[in-house]
């Protein structure tokens, strides 16, 4: 019985992850609320609050669901080879931002007004939001003390990596129109671009 219980919780939790993400596309998330959520679901506003304390809340567990799909892939890199693991990183990346664009683009278009509301949970270095970024900062230190890449500041490096996968990641998911060349050609060209970088230009 508390099986059933726990999942019927979970599914719960995931409907009411869906419905805001659903409301966010047609909306800003000043624009969310509780209350709307709950009207869209049939639910009581005081049921919602019962398993999440403010819509800031319900936006941490959309970034959490977004980057757990992401650490849970980044559980099959290849550790034992340095560059091909990065490689794969930087792809595991791409790909699920480009997999669930809603919840990518809502994540960092909302992210000021999340931060204001509550600065404590928003990107906080428990988060898996955070886990994910450790995954390419540790990689590129990892590669500096192999000699693989050039020895500099690792933070900075994975800081200017991660910019520049933001970057593309934001424009094929905000810009479908523009006449973009083949998507796995561009995203292949990319990474070689960025290893090339950490590896001091060399291919």
């Given at each position: 019985?508390?099986?059933?219980?726990?999942?019927?919780?979970?599914?719960?939790?995931?409907?009411?992850?869906?419905?805001?993400?659903?409301?966010?596309?047609?909306?800003?998330?000043?624009?969310?609320?509780?209350?709307?959520?709950?009207?869209?679901?049939?639910?009581?506003?005081?049921?919602?609050?019962?398993?999440?304390?403010?819509?800031?809340?319900?936006?941490?567990?959309?970034?959490?669901?977004?980057?757990?799909?992401?650490?849970?892939?980044?559980?099959?890199?290849?550790?034992?080879?340095?560059?091909?693991?990065?490689?794969?990183?930087?792809?595991?990346?791409?790909?699920?931002?480009?997999?669930?664009?809603?919840?990518?683009?809502?994540?960092?278009?909302?992210?000021?007004?999340?931060?204001?509301?509550?600065?404590?949970?928003?990107?906080?270095?428990?988060?898996?939001?955070?886990?994910?970024?450790?995954?390419?900062?540790?990689?590129?230190?990892?590669?500096?003390?192999?000699?693989?890449?050039?020895?500099?500041?690792?933070?900075?490096?994975?800081?200017?990596?991660?910019?520049?996968?933001?970057?593309?990641?934001?424009?094929?998911?905000?810009?479908?129109?523009?006449?973009?060349?083949?998507?796995?050609e561009l995203i292949a060209r990319h990474i070689d671009?960025?290893?090339?970088?950490?590896?001091?230009?060399?291919?």
């Amino acid at each position: 019985m508390t099986q059933r219980r726990e999942l019927e919780k979970e599914k719960l939790k995931t409907k009411i992850l869906d419905t805001a993400c659903k409301l966010l596309r047609k909306g800003s998330y000043e624009q969310l609320s509780i209350r709307k959520i709950a009207k869209k679901i049939d639910y009581s506003p005081t049921m919602l609050y019962t398993y999440f304390k403010s819509k800031a809340d319900i936006m941490y567990h959309i970034v959490e669901r977004l980057f757990g799909r992401m650490m849970d892939r980044f559980k099959t890199l290849d550790l034992t080879d340095v560059d091909k693991s990065m490689r794969q990183g930087l792809r595991i990346y791409i790909e699920t931002a480009l997999e669930y664009p809603d919840e990518y683009r809502l994540v960092f278009s909302s992210s000021e007004s999340i931060s204001k509301e509550d600065p404590c949970d928003y990107l906080n270095q428990d988060s898996l939001n955070f886990a994910a970024f450790q995954v390419l900062q540790s990689a590129i230190q990892s590669g500096m003390d192999a000699d693989i890449y050039v020895k500099a500041d690792a933070m900075l490096a994975a800081q200017s990596a991660w910019a520049s996968l933001h970057g593309l990641c934001i424009l094929l998911i905000q810009n479908p129109l523009f006449p973009w060349k083949d998507r796995e050609e561009l995203i292949a060209r990319h990474i070689d671009i960025l290893v090339a970088g950490l590896k001091g230009g060399q291919k």
